[in-house]
């Protein structure tokens, strides 16, 4: 069965260092994945999504992943953290396509001064 | 072009008491799912549906009946509130083969 981790509840970074969210998946077949994030008191936006056309994604607001096969891996980075930034991100796997996701815990990313 | 509405916002129920969750898309979406948010274990797909007439049970159905009688709406019913329903409810639709898109959410707490 499909499956997500997302490693860090809490990740806390300076106005201007790189952000990296860790997420692990479990997947028996090529995965569809996907990075959401959620601002307080909001719903979910789609950040980037991996369909196995590259293997690098490019997201909306500078983010960026990275799906790794051998380590079964989809990092989110951002080279410069903005206060903006501050919200709450979900790593999710599509089951059978897009259309049914399993969402990791979520990290929690506080942008500091 | 509304997107993804819910209704309502907040709700405070009873234990025991039933309500219905409104979700609907104007996106022509045939797609339709109903997740929970719970602190610490993002979100779960409660029922979702691939088109009018058809629906399927998620990871946590129980507690929650759904019908989908047409393209534009996915109520969720709540038959006889407890308090582990407490939650926050997202209704998402999506074309075949696209993006998820998400409502706003509703809250939801059970005495």
């Known amino acids: 069965a499909q499956s997500v981790t997302q490693l860090g509840s809490h990740v806390s970074v300076s106005e201007g260092a790189l952000v990296l969210l860790r997420c692990n998946y479990s997947?028996?077949?090529?995965?569809?994945l996907f990075w959401y994030v959620q601002y307080p008191n909001q719903g979910l936006q789609l950040l980037l999504k991996?369909?196995?056309?590259?293997?690098l994604v490019k997201g909306i607001n500078g983010f960026e992943a990275e799906f790794k096969k051998s380590e079964t891996s989809f990092h989110l980075t951002k080279p410069s953290a903005h206060m903006s930034d501050a919200a709450e991100y979900f790593c999710?796997?599509?089951?059978?396509?897009?259309?049914?996701?399993?969402f990791g815990a979520g990290t929690r990313l506080a942008v500091h001064p | 072009n509304a997107g993804v509405t819910q209704t309502p916002k907040f709700q405070v129920l009873k234990t025991g008491q039933s309500m219905t969750l409104q979700c609907a898309q104007d996106?022509?979406?045939?797609?339709m799912s109903w997740y929970r948010q719970d602190p610490g274990m993002g979100l779960r797909l409660i029922h979702y549906?691939?088109?009018?007439?058809?629906?399927d049970q998620g990871e946590v159905p129980n507690g929650y009946n759904v019908s989908r009688s047409t393209t534009e709406d996915f109520p969720l019913r709540l038959l006889s509130a407890a308090p582990s329903q407490t939650s926050v409810y997202f209704c998402?639709?999506?074309?075949?083969?696209?993006?998820?898109?998400f409502g706003p959410g509703t809250r939801l707490t059970v005495l």
């Open positions: 998402a639709s999506s074309p075949e083969g696209g993006t998820q898109y």
């Open positions: 997947s028996s077949v090529p995965p569809y």
């Open positions: 991996y369909t196995s056309a590259a293997t």
């Open positions: 999710a796997v599509g089951v059978g396509g897009y259309n049914k996701l399993i």
């Open positions: 996106m022509n979406h045939e797609y």
């Open positions: 549906s691939v088109g009018a007439g058809i629906t």
